[in-house]
């Protein structure tokens, strides 16, 4: 089946620093891949889209210039969380879909805690 | 924009009872609708999922039927056992052929499900 990998699985990092987490489609080539953050007991929220090759689609809200995200190949796209402050903390999970598919294949997500 | 509401919150039943959570969606153009359960600290696992042009899907102890008209889909899991608690989300996208892009999938607030032995 469709494996899609994130790294890392966990991070600390000081307020003020950025963060990278990669999302990688590692059996398949993904069109494109989709960003989401999650918060304790609730929903997936879709932060951003990103194809390959083209500027990603942010959702309404999120700032494009603080989660920088660069989709360089149809196997990676990375999330850099900039200048991270504690409420940044969460829960940050990738998915990608196969060329013309229907379902998204989502990553173990990253635990990400600014302290 | 698609807007998904899921209902109930929580829900908890005994062993072997049935579950059913429901969804409703509002954009009528969405024509994908999986279901995920995410245990805590992991990734959403797609459960089922259906596709526009079919009324009803089932796969064992799980299905899911859609009424396209009424803007609403259901998850049926019956025989509930004590490994099916956890979180259980809806979803809806309009499909990897809208516009010709992938199609975003909009959640619903999740379902936290309870079996009790």
């Known amino acids: 089946g469709a494996v899609v990998s994130q790294h890392p699985s966990r991070v600390i990092c000081k307020s003020g620093t950025s963060v990278k987490i990669e999302c990688r489609s590692l059996?398949?080539?993904?069109?494109?891949m989709f960003w989401y953050r999650q918060f304790p007991k609730q929903s997936l929220m879709l932060m951003a889209t990103?194809?390959?090759?083209?500027?990603?689609?942010?959702e309404q809200g999120v700032e494009k210039d603080k989660f920088l995200i660069n989709h360089a190949s149809l196997t990676l796209s990375t999330l850099t969380v900039t200048s991270a402050h504690p409420e940044d903390s969460s829960f940050y999970i990738c998915?990608?879909?196969?060329?013309?598919?229907?379902?998204?294949?989502f990553g173990p997500g990253t635990r990400l805690t600014v302290t | 924009g698609e807007n998904v509401e899921q209902h109930p919150s929580t829900l908890s039943v005994q062993e072997g009872d049935s579950a059913v959570i429901k969804c409703t969606y509002s954009?009528?153009?969405?024509?994908?609708f999986p279901w995920y359960k995410q245990e805590l600290g992991k990734r959403p696992q797609l459960i089922i999922d259906?596709?526009?042009?079919?009324g009803e899907k089932k796969d064992q102890r799980i299905a899911v039927t859609l009424n396209k008209t009424a803007k609403h889909f259901s998850l049926h899991i019956t025989e509930t056992q004590p490994e099916d608690s956890a979180v259980y989300f809806c979803?809806?996208?309009?499909?990897?052929?809208?516009?010709?892009?992938?199609?975003?999938?909009?959640f619903g607030k999740g379902t936290k499900l309870s079996v009790k032995p």
């Open positions: 998915s990608a879909d196969a060329i013309a598919g229907f379902e998204q294949y």
């Open positions: 059996d398949f080539q993904a069109t494109t």
């Open positions: 990103s194809n390959e090759g083209s500027k990603a689609t942010y």
């Open positions: 954009d009528s153009a969405s024509n994908y």
């Open positions: 259906i596709r526009s042009n079919v």
């Open positions: 979803a809806a996208s309009l499909g990897p052929y809208y516009g010709g892009s992938q199609g975003n999938l909009i």
